[in-house]
């Protein structure tokens, strides 16, 4: 049973800083593109960076040189850095892979002072 749990969201100030997690379960892990999404109250569900099965890295305009996801492949986790945060930031955040149609509960980060 695949399973996928974020973590790491909370409170913070503009300016700050926050670590997301996203431990993996039932899955083959290194073979996969994986990616960080978030939704905004009211908004699309939007993709915020990937990386693929060789480590090659994309983002989103608005968090280009700000975030930086990345991977532990024996650890099966990827991890959202956020740095320099915004309050346009404010939202949940998911993680997932390529051709995966369901997702998991998302992690709640907030930018506010």
């Known amino acids: 049973q695949v399973q996928l749990v974020e973590s790491g969201g909370g409170l913070v100030q503009p300016g700050g800083s926050l670590r997301l997690s996203c431990a993996a379960s039932g899955i083959i892990f290194a073979n996969k593109q994986w990616g960080w999404y978030r939704q905004a109250p009211g908004k699309e569900r939007e993709l915020v960076a990937t990386?693929?099965?060789?480590?090659?890295?994309n983002y989103a305009d608005s968090v280009k040189g700000r975030f930086t996801i990345s991977r532990v492949i024996a650890a099966k986790t990827v991890y959202l850095q956020m740095n320099d945060l915004k309050p346009e930031d404010t939202a949940v955040y998911y993680c997932?892979?390529?051709?995966?149609?369901?997702w998991g509960q998302g992690t709640q980060v907030t930018v506010s002072s």
């Open positions: 997932n892979f390529e051709n995966r149609r369901s």
């Open positions: 990386i693929s099965s060789v480590g090659t890295t």
